[in-house]
C-alpha cells in the first residue's frame, strides 16, 4: 500500500467518478484504474463497484474511507508538525537546573519562551552538575545550567551569573551559630561533611582552593552528595558543611526557627560562576531559541544583592 493511492483513493470515493477523480489527480483514468486495483489486492477487499452507470463505494470501501482519511490527516500533521519544529514554532526541551538557575535565571527565561513560542513544551530536571552533564552526554537533556562549565568540545557554555559565594553551614547549637562571619583559615580546626567531586567538581574544587590559598587542609569526616542530608547532618553533629548563598537564603539558613545556619566564609571567599551547557553538535533548534531568550533576559548580574555576600 502506497500513500498516493490512499490520496487517489479519496479523491474517487469524493467524486464516485473515473474522469472527474483522474482529471482532479492529473492522471489518466487507465492509471487511476491501475491504483485502485493495486491497492485492492494489497488489501484483498473490493473497495469500489462500478458499472456503466454509477460508480459506488462498498461496505468495506466506506469504512477504508474513513480510515483513510484519518491517515492522510495524521501524515498532515506530522508533517506540519515537523515543519513547526524545523521553524522553532515547537518542539521539546529538557532543560537541567541547580537553585541559583532557578531563582535568578529560569522565571524570566521561561516566561519569555511561553510569550515568544509557545508551542515549545518544556521539562525542567533540577540535580547537581555531575548528574546534568551526564544526562546531557547521553541526550536526555538538551541543556544544563550548573557551576563551572566542561572543558570537553562535545560542549559549548555561556556563562549567567559571576562570583556565586559559598557559605558555611553549621547547626544552632555550633560555636559558629551566632557568628556573621568566619576566615576560612578557621576550618582548619572543624570537621567537616563534603560531596564527592563527581556530585559538583567546580564547587568542590573551589572549596579546596581556597583551603590552599589559606594553608589549611580540610577534615572531611563524613560525605553527603545530597543538600539537603548536609543540612540535616549539621543538624545533629559539630560538622561544618558547604552551601551556595542562594541555598541559604532560599532555605532561611539563620531565621530564628529554623536549624541549620550559613555563615559567611571571608579571606578568601569561595566563589562559583552559573554556566548553561549544551552540545556542540546540537541539533534541535529550540536550543538556539532558548539561549536566545536566555541572552535577553539573563544578563552577567554580579551585582545582584542576593548573590553578593
Known amino acids: 500500500m ?3 493511492h490512499l ?5 474517487l470515493a469524493e467524486e464516485l467518478h473515473f474522469g472527474r477523480a483522474a482529471q482532479r489527480l492529473h492522471l489518466t483514468q487507465p492509471s487511476l484504474s491501475a491504483q485502485l486495483q493495486k491497492l485492492e489486492k494489497s488489501l484483498e477487499v473490493q473497495l469500489v463497484a462500478r458499472n456503466s452507470h454509477e460508480v459506488r463505494l462498498t461496505p468495506a470501501g466506506r469504512e477504508f474511507e474513513l480510515q483513510a ?7 498532515d500533521r506530522a508533517a506540519q508538525a515537523a515543519k513547526a519544529t524545523a521553524a522553532g514554532r515547537a518542539g521539546s526541551l529538557n532543560i537541567g537546573y541547580n537553585l541559583p538557575a532557578s531563582k535568578h535565571i529560569l522565571p524570566d527565561a521561561l516566561a519569555q519562551l511561553t510569550d515568544h513560542h509557545p508551542g515549545i513544551a518544556v521539562s525542567l530536571w533540577e540535580k547537581r552538575t555531575g548528574p546534568q552533564l551526564a544526562a546531557l552526554a547521553d541526550g536526555s537533556l538538551d541543556l544544563a545550567m550548573v557551576y563551572g562549565h566542561p572543558s570537553t568540545a562535545d560542549f559549548r557554555y555561556r556563562r549567567l551569573l559571576h562570583r556565586i559565594p559559598l557559605v558555611a553551614v553549621v547547626g544552632r547549637q555550633h560555636r559558629w551559630a551566632h557568628r556573621s562571619h568566619v576566615s576560612f583559615a578557621e576550618l582548619r580546626d572543624q570537621d567537616c561533611v563534603l560531596f564527592a567531586r563527581d556530585q559538583c567538581p567546580a564547587m568542590y574544587d573551589a572549596i579546596l582552593r581556597s583551603a590552599a590559598q589559606t594553608r589549611i587542609s580540610l577534615n572531611v569526616t563524613q560525605t553527603a552528595d545530597d543538600p539537603g542530608a548536609t543540612a540535616h547532618i549539621v543538624s545533629v553533629r559539630p560538622l561544618v558543611g558547604f552551601a551556595s548563598l542562594p541555598r541559604a537564603v532560599s532555605a532561611n539558613m539563620g531565621s530564628t526557627d529554623t536549624d541549620p545556619v550559613a555563615v559567611k ?3 578568601p571567599v569561595p566563589t562559583l560562576d552559573l554556566h548553561v551547557v549544551w552540545r556542540a553538535d546540537e541539533q534541535n533548534p529550540a536550543v538556539a531559541i532558548f539561549l536566545d531568550c536566555l541572552a535577553s ?3 552577567d548580574r554580579a551585582d545582584d544583592p542576593v548573590l553578593t555576600a
Not at 482519511?69 to 501524515?75: G, M, N
Open 265 to 267: 566564609l571571608v579571606d
Open 69 to 75: 482519511r484519518q491517515i492522510i490527516a495524521q501524515l
Open 7 to 11: 490520496v487517489s483513493f479519496i479523491a
Open 2 to 4: 502506497e500513500f498516493r
Open 297 to 299: 533576559t539573563a544578563p
